[in-house]
Each structure stands twice: as C-alpha cells, then as structure tokens.
C-alpha cells in the first residue's frame, strides 16, 4: 500500500499552508542570521517577526502578516491577493515597527510543496512581500492586491529591509 501522506488527512488545508508559509520564513530568516518570533494571539494581523540583534547597534525588528496561496494566476510582473479588510487596515497603520505582508506560493498539490534528496531540500515556488503602509482606506470586505513579482522574500531582501529600518526607513 502506498502510503504517502496517510496522516495528512487530519490536518485542514488551510493549517497546512500557515506552518509552510511559517517554515519558509524561518528559514529565511536563519539564512539571512536574524531571529524569529511570534505572537500568542494574532489581534493585530501580526503572525511573525524578524528581529536583529547582537552586533546591530539599533536593533532592528519588523513584523509580518504571513499567507499562502496556491493560486498559479501569474502575470508577467505580478499577481493578485485578496486581504481581508481588517488585515488591510492592520498592516497600512502607522506603527513604530515596520509592518509587511508575506504571501507565499506554493503548487496547488501539496505533494509538491517540497523535494527532498540527500543534497537539497527544495521549497517550492516563491514567497514575495509588499509593505501597506500609507495605502488608501477601503469600504470593501477584502481588497485585492497586486504583489510585485520582482519583490521577492528571501534572505538578500529581508537584510536589506533591516538595514533600510535600521537606517530610520522602511522596509
């Protein structure tokens, strides 16, 4: 009996995506050397952050609603995401720490979500991000949002965020 995946049958879908989206984050911050922390009770639409420490004189942090998506409408610079209006308005406040929204795309099996051999473990597809800020107010229940494709969330960017609200800027 071929048995891949028996268990995963317990665990909702949409459970499933956060602890990807979760992992995946994790492990570009562990790439990128910042640390990572999360929120008890996600009130405020925050569910991870990203903070630095030691050497970094500022110390800087920046916290981050996650999502994950297995949509494949692409287009050639970027792709749409719904966001409840509570997330919208949440995350486009002014605060005193940096807030951005991280989507990741995975496929829509999630058989292929990852590969792993003896020399790689593969995470698939890609995780992008766009800070809200300053955005306008909305009268709708979920407002659709354009991520850039060109802005992707890996450890390069997330260093370059930090030095950016290190600086006194944004993300």
């Known amino acids: 009996m071929h048995r891949k995946y028996v268990y995963a049958l317990t665990v909702d879908l949409n ?4 602890a990807f989206s979760f992992a995946y984050a994790r492990a570009v911050a562990a790439i990128a050397g910042f640390t990572v922390f999360s929120s008890e009770v996600d009130d ?3 569910d991870i952050g990203f ?3 030691g ?17 494949d409408a692409l287009r050639a610079e970027d792709f749409s995401f719904p966001l409840s209006i509570k997330n919208y308005d949440d ?3 002014e605060t005193y720490v940096p807030r951005i929204l991280i989507v990741v795309r995975v496929p829509p099996a999630v058989s292929d979500w990852a590969d792993q051999t003896e020399d790689r473990l593969l995470l698939r ?13 909305s009268l709708n229940a979920t407002v659709t ?6 802005q992707t969330f890996g450890p390069e960017a997330l260093d ?5 609200v290190e600086a006194g800027g944004l993300p």
Do not use: N, T
């Open 15 to 18: 459970q499933r995506k956060q």
């Open 44 to 46: 405020d639409s925050i």
């Open 55 to 71: 050497l970094v004189p500022h110390r800087p942090h920046i916290e981050a609603q996650m999502k994950c998506s297995a949509d």
């Open 145 to 150: 949002l354009r991520l850039c494709r060109a």
């Open 125 to 137: 597809h890609c995780a992008y991000w766009r800070s809200l800020r300053g955005e306008p107010d």
């Open 91 to 93: 995350l486009r406040a």
């Open 51 to 53: 903070a630095a420490g």
């Open 160 to 164: 370059e965020m930090m030095a950016r």
